[in-house]
């Protein structure tokens, strides 16, 4: 069910700092017309950490509103608290999201047993079925393919947006874990050869500016064409590389704002891109033959 290009949505805001649900809305529907595979609101790229409660429950909402069931849509509802979670997983729950995609709890550094005694509370907290998001770079906290293999025992427990940038995760995930478990890449840049080492997908930044492009990426090497695969790489490569200089979600908006999709606005602490990005961020779209 979860597979493909899936798009960590960007939240659009209005030129006051607000939610812009219309833009949102029309994203959702721009991303289902060009062949992404689903969608994941209200992670890091959605800005999750400068949204209040109550909007971050309301983009979860209208998304799940708006892709009405054409694609799936994976809700963000990670926290460092568990009691928190679980309040996010059975929100998602309730308003019809497909799954939750939970972030391994940063700041307070839970050990391998921690880790397995929040997400079995989550998992226990609900049905809906429950991605893990591994990403020691942010969290401080890297989950180890034993302790993955653990909680993939546990029936809502279904796969792992992986960002640790280790391809032999992939292979050692699939020992612990089954060749069922659903592993998507959690970086744009290695996509390809997470692929091949057995993911099935990527939850992916450069996919709110490059939809159509990551989904056919994505399905030539689900159709084991990794030649033709290759031949996207190669033209979304420097897009990978131009949206990360600064902050991954800055540089995506920024990019979106040049196609006339959103507002380029984010909320502090981030800010705007300096021009040296911009230039690097426009080259690159005219690389991939968006501009």
Not at 29 to 46: E, I, K, R, Y
Not at 142 to 163: H, R, S, W
Request: net charge negative; aromatic share 4%; charged share 20%.
């Amino acid at each position: 069910m979860f597979k493909g290009s899936l798009p960590a949505l960007v939240t659009p805001f209005t030129p006051d700092g607000e939610l812009d649900l219309d833009t949102l809305k029309k994203l959702v529907d721009w991303h289902v017309d060009q062949g992404s595979h689903g969608l994941v609101p209200v992670g890091t790229t959605g800005e999750s950490p400068t949204l209040t409660h109550d909007e971050h429950r309301l983009v979860i909402e209208e998304v799940v509103r708006a892709a009405d069931g054409r694609i799936p849509v994976i809700a963000g509802a990670g926290s460092n608290s568990t009691r928190e979670g679980i309040g996010l997983v059975r929100h998602a729950a309730e308003v019809g999201a497909d799954a939750a995609l939970v972030v391994t709890p940063y700041y307070n550094k839970p050990t391998q047993a921690g880790l397995i005694a929040h997400y079995t509370a989550l998992a226990e907290a609900s049905d809906l079925p429950i991605i893990i998001y591994n990403i020691p770079g942010r969290s401080v906290v890297d989950m180890t393919p034993e302790t993955m293999g653990e909680l993939a025992k546990l029936p809502t427990i279904v796969g792992v947006k992986d960002a640790t940038g280790k391809l032999e995760r992939v292979s050692q995930q699939r020992i612990t874990c089954g060749p069922d478990f659903v592993q998507l890449s959690g970086e744009d840049g290695t996509a390809l050869g997470f692929n091949a080492h057995g993911g099935v997908g990527c939850i992916s930044v450069t996919a709110n500016v490059a939809p159509k492009l990551c989904a056919e990426f994505q399905n030539a090497t689900l159709a084991g064409d990794y030649a033709k695969a290759l031949e996207y790489q190669d033209r979304l490569m420097p897009l990978h590389i131009a949206i990360f200089v600064e902050p991954g979600l800055v540089g995506a908006k920024y990019a979106m704002s040049r196609l006339g999709l959103c507002d380029e606005r984010v909320r502090l602490p981030l800010v705007a891109l300096t021009e040296p990005t911009r230039r690097l961020i426009d080259a690159a779209l005219a690389h991939a033959g968006l501009i």
